[in-house]
């Protein structure tokens, strides 16, 4: 999918992923996205293969023969945040050789357990993989190969209406956050959003696990410095930066706090 995208000449294209291989996708989900002849690629962890709940390798086989795509979600779906080299290493060679052994192909995709990352998680991946997910929102682009955005989809944010909304979303030309270490560390109230064309216009939703946060947006030499009006809680930070003029722009990017 993600060779597919950057070199398709439709303006938009959606494609549709699934983490952790759960039973309810191969009894529920698959049979309908056969029906409608919709493309999935499912991000496995291996750990919990034929566990409770989840898929066994003989129903991921017959996914594999059925066209799912299948990609590496980690072995043990801990957060890559705040694993060291030699731990993530292992996660990735452990889950690597488990699908190699069982399905008899090696993913050149990733998805972050929990969408949650660091500078050396991305330095360290990158050497098995073409390109690397999160769990944020925002229009997929390659300027974020290690850490590209995907909108979710579930109960919470599940309806058509959001589906119709986020599809027509495209990417900005560039757009950058500083810091870009996706792990804070140490927890700041600041933050420079960077975007090529100009930041006029340009609006961000921001919000961890207590709320929407609220901020000061002041631009500077044609870049936006927001300032939270407080600290942002340990887990996750979520910035949606968005620009709407005759289509919508959004960039994403999530932190993960300590
Ligand atoms: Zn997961």
Known sequence: MIYWIPNNKKKKTITVTI???YLSFY???LPIFEKYQVPVTLFLNTENVGGFNYMSWDQLRDSLRRGVEIQNHSHTHSSFATLDEEAIMSEI??????????????????????GESSDLAQKTIERYFDAAFGQHSGA??????????????????????RLRDISKSL???SAQLQPSNPTLNPPSTRFVLDVEG??????????????SIEKKMTVLEN?????????PVSGRLRFNCTKVDNDIFWYG???FLN
Not at 97 to 111: E, G, R, S, V
Not at 140 to 161: K, V
Not at 198 to 211: H, L, M, S, T
Not at 223 to 231: D, F, G, T, V
């Open 171 to 173: 990417p900005f030309e």
């Open 19 to 21: 983490d952790d291989a």
């Open 223 to 231: 870049k936006l410095l927001i300032e939270l009006s407080r600290m």
């Open 140 to 161: 997929f682009s390659m300027n974020y190969q290690y850490y590209i955005p995907r909108f979710p989809l579930n109960e919470n944010y599940g309806s058509l209406e």
């Open 27 to 29: 009894e529920v989900g």
């Open 253 to 255: 990017h999530q932190y």
């Open 93 to 114: 060679e452990t889950s690597q050789n488990l699908i190699f052994t069982n399905l008899n192909i090696t993913p050149n995709l990733f998805a972050f357990p929990f």
């Open 198 to 211: 100009g930041v006029n216009g340009v609006n961000c939703f921001i919000a961890d696990f207590q709320g």
